[in-house]
């Protein structure tokens, strides 16, 4: 008990010296990097071992009975993470992957498990992909907060035209939602993920919705809103904390974690003085799958 004790002490230790580094390391560690096709190889470990991630998609899949007998297409396969869990069920699988470096191994994996026969693995950009038939399902956890860094939303528009017509997309609904806050920001960073609690902002106002992106019909790409807030306390904005809510299916949900669509903090135009009671303006203005780095977001305090 006590070694045991002792090196659980050390270990937070170790944490609580890099807390500073640690606030900009999940940001750099979930920014694609084209070299790569993606994610450091170490991050397809933090996917895979997200339960609460996984276990979103795994309830989907259940509560469309294992998709049984179905052909489903699911794009930006990774490691087989999702994968796994529907492949003895479904009749015909299309897995689309852009990542070269994995594309061995999921070959490896696929063979192993006697699933080559009804997998056709399709090698590259699912928005220049065209399927020979229609699915019963569309699988693609392509996302980020606000989609605002991945092509969730571009990929989807284009694939649901190989959806029948009472198929489904997994997931099919992405609600952003936004808090007016501080926080402290370093020169080079527009925005980070939160992932330890030290590194959440101050608050001002509770969360409201952005908007809401239903990808069945979504189309379009750069959104533009205004959402009224009336501040609990008075202080002084200067970012604004996003946050995502996921229905993969309903009543089957995902609501970020470190892993994925972790709730983030970005910066404002201008910092503002607001003043509890009183009626802002967060005007919000991003485009699906560039950066949250190009995303403009500012507040106005309305007169009178």
Not at 60 to 73: E, L, T, W
Not at 160 to 170: E, M, N, T, Y
């Amino acid at each position: 008990m006590s070694l045991k004790y002792n090196s659980n002490f050390d270990f937070i230790s170790k944490v609580v010296d890099h807390y500073d580094n640690l606030k900009y390391a999940l940001l750099e560690a979930q920014t694609f990097n084209p070299d790569t096709y993606g994610f450091p190889n170490f991050y397809y470990k933090v996917m895979e071992t997200d339960q609460l991630r996984v276990d979103a998609f795994r309830n989907a899949f259940k509560k469309y009975r294992g998709m049984k007998n179905k052909v489903v297409c699911e794009i930006g396969i990774g490691t087989l993470a999702l994968t796994k869990h529907y492949l003895n069920d479904v009749k015909k699988a299309y897995l689309i992957e852009s990542n070269p470096n994995v594309i061995p191994m999921v070959k490896k994996l696929l063979k192993k498990n006697g699933w080559d026969k009804k997998v056709v693995l399709i090698h590259g950009d699912a928005l220049k992909t065209t399927l020979p038939e229609k699915v019963d399902y569309i699988i693609g956890e392509l996302m980020s907060v606000f989609c605002a860094n991945e092509y969730q939303v571009q990929i989807f528009k284009h694939m649901r035209q190989f959806l029948k017509p009472k198929g489904k997309l997994i997931p099919g609904k992405i609600v952003n939602l936004a808090q007016l806050s501080y926080a402290e920001f370093d020169k080079k960073h527009k925005h980070y993920p939160i992932f330890f609690t030290r590194h959440l902002p101050e608050q001002f106002t509770p969360q409201k919705v952005v908007n809401t992106i239903d990808l069945y019909k979504e189309k379009k790409l750069n959104i533009i809103r205004k959402t009224k807030f009336k501040p609990l306390i008075s202080g002084t904005v200067n970012s604004v904390y996003i946050h995502s809510f996921i229905e993969v299916a309903e009543g089957c949900n995902f609501t970020g974690t470190d892993s994925l669509m972790p709730p983030t903090v970005v910066k404002l135009k201008r910092p503002v003085k607001i003043k509890a009671g009183e009626t802002v303006v967060l005007h919000s203005n991003f485009h699906y799958g560039t950066s949250l780095d190009e995303a403009v977001f500012s507040v106005e305090r309305l007169k009178g």
